[in-house]
């Protein structure tokens, strides 16, 4: 397999600017041809990237929230609809061709996660009151609202859509079936908080980013931890596995973005970075890291651009 021979070190970084504040969150289409960007300026910005760094990028604004734009995903069955959560309580949904909102969804709270099934029925959103809101995307309308009494963080389903995951502030992970939401499992996964999660695109393992600046992976099949990703000193913000579940990305107010093998564990590559992480996302079919933090630019004011890894130096 030629992918065993990547050499991560003959690769290089592009720089994307649109954004007036930094951005928060990365992610791209289910084809890996374009990448959506929410930032604290209230937009999320669309961009056309061809993976293999060819012709003019060009990118499209989505106007609409009046408030930081946390996270975003896309569709997973439609390449031009992408879903934004905001500081607004809001959820809009978007059509990535004309720019143009399709639907605005009013919630309760201040979102800050959000995350589509596999198949694409459902979206869940998570907020800064610990309330969990799933959402039918046929009809835009809630078919469960929960509040836990404890921190949650970022939230997933598995690869199949029967496991929903939720990283807690306690330092454990909540493994619910689904659609019941009953718990599975409570996972004593870290001494401190969990931040962040990341799923396997193959549906063999999850990884848990944590307060205590590990990273843990864990099989799906029988929910049992198989190792820790030691390399970053910082609370671990973002994870990412890459499209083949070879390497997986994770990041921190580390000035580097870490790539590891997922077998060995082992650290294989460090991209520099002048500023914390906020969110590090791999394209679905090739090996391009998008990532983007707290950048400033030389006014020490918010810079806001995202960056992609991967690309042959030219």
């Known amino acids: 397999m030629e992918e065993r021979a990547i050499n991560f070190k003959n690769l290089c970084s592009r720089e994307y600017q649109g954004h007036k504040k930094k951005v928060h969150s990365v992610a791209w289409n289910c084809v ?22 060819h012709g003019k990028v060009k990118d499209i604004e989505l106007k609409g929230h009046t408030d930081s734009v946390d ?46 099934k596999p198949d694409g029925t459902h979206i869940a959103v ?3 009151e610990d309330e969990l809101t799933i959402l039918d995307v046929r009809k835009y309308k809630p078919i469960h609202r929960r ?15 029967e496991l929903f995951f939720l990283t807690t502030g306690n330092g454990t992970v909540e493994v619910l079936a ?11 996964a870290h001494t401190a908080g969990c931040y962040c999660i990341g799923i396997d695109p193959l549906g063999r393992y999850f990884a848990v980013g944590s307060a205590d600046s590990l990273v843990s992976l864990w099989n799906v099949s029988d929910i049992l931890c198989i190792r820790t990703f030691t390399k ?5 913000r973002t994870i990412s596995f890459n499209y083949t579940g070879e390497y997986i990305a994770s990041a921190s107010e580390d000035l580097f973005v870490d790539i590891s093998n997922v077998q060995s564990g082992r650290s294989i590559h460090q991209i520099p970075c002048k500023a914390p992480m906020n969110s590090v996302e791999w394209n679905p079919k090739y090996n391009l890291l998008a990532y983007a933090g707290d950048d400033k630019n030389k006014y020490q004011a918010d810079d806001g651009v995202f960056r992609i890894f991967g690309f042959e130096s030219s």
């Open 32 to 53: 890996g041809t374009k990448l959506a960007s929410g930032s604290v300026d209230h937009t999320a910005r669309i961009w056309n990237i061809d993976p293999h760094g």
């Open 71 to 116: 996270q975003l995903c896309w569709d997973p069955k439609h390449p031009d609809v992408v879903a934004t959560a905001a500081g607004d309580k809001t959820v809009r949904f978007w059509d990535a061709r004309s720019g143009k909102c399709t639907q605005n969804v009013e919630l309760s709270g201040e979102n800050i996660n959000i995350t589509y």
């Open 126 to 128: 998570g907020n800064k």
């Open 147 to 161: 509040k836990f009494n404890y921190e949650v963080n970022e939230i997933a389903w598995n690869t199949t859509g």
């Open 178 to 188: 689904y659609p019941s939401l009953k718990v599975l499992h409570t996972l004593m």
């Open 232 to 236: 970053l000193e910082w609370p671990v």
